[in-house]
């Protein structure tokens, strides 16, 4: 499986391929669920390779770790998928 950093960056810069809608859908520790939120309002920072900035609907932003991302969607189709196990969370 191509690591998410992978994918992403593949995104942000293969023009042919970055094309569509995206969504990132990550595991949410406070409402265990999976939340899925547009990648325009996702910001990830040169340099880390740890975690992105999450900006919800609400306005508020915090910090995701890569390994809590669940999916990648484009035009609705899922093109990435990180399946766990329920004791892993």
Known sequence: ???????LQRIRWD???GRGAFTI?????NRHAVV?????????EPG????????EADGSVHE???HR?????????AIWQR?????SR
């Open 1 to 7: 499986m191509v690591p998410i950093q992978s994918l």
């Open 15 to 17: 023009k042919a391929f």
């Open 25 to 29: 859908g990550y595991y949410d520790r």
């Open 36 to 44: 899925t939120l547009p990648l325009e309002r996702i910001c990830i």
């Open 48 to 55: 880390n390779h740890f975690a992105f900035s999450a900006i």
């Open 64 to 66: 995701v770790p890569f």
């Open 69 to 77: 991302v669940r999916e990648v969607r484009r035009n609705g189709e």
């Open 83 to 87: 399946h766990v196990d329920a004791d």
